[in-house]
Nanobody
């Protein structure tokens, strides 16, 4: 079992920044690719970005490229999501997830463990 706890969400004005953190406990963190998903009210959960086990490879959805940056610190068992130039349409609950798949999984079904989510609200 892997337990994931997100933090860092909040209310920010458009154009602002937030840094989300996801702390993992349980099994060896470096054995898992990590991803961030989000779910806006009335919408389905969507993939945002993923990072491989070593942190050497990432895959971003187009709508966050150039604005969001994922990183991980395996020594601290933590994955981060730096979000800059935030837009109102980025408002959602953000979830981190862990996957045993070796590649860069973008499907929610590829992830084995999920955090409880953290709310990000971007005001216009």
């Amino acid at each position: 079992q892997v337990q994931l706890v997100e933090s860092g969400g909040g209310l920010v004005q458009a154009g602002g920044s937030l840094r989300l953190s996801c702390a993992a406990s349980g099994r060896t963190f470096s054995n898992y690719a990590m991803g961030w998903f989000r779910q806006a009210p009335g919408k389905e959960r969507e993939f945002v970005v993923t990072i491989n086990r070593s942190g050497g490879s990432t895959y971003y959805r187009d709508f966050v490229k150039g604005r969001f940056t994922i990183s991980r610190d395996n020594a601290k068992s933590t994955v981060y999501l730096q979000m800059n130039s935030l837009k109102p349409e980025d408002t959602a609950v953000y979830y981190c997830a862990a996957s045993r798949i070796l590649t860069l999984p973008s499907s929610a079904s590829a992830y084995d463990y999920w955090g409880q989510g953290t709310q990000v609200t971007v005001s216009s």
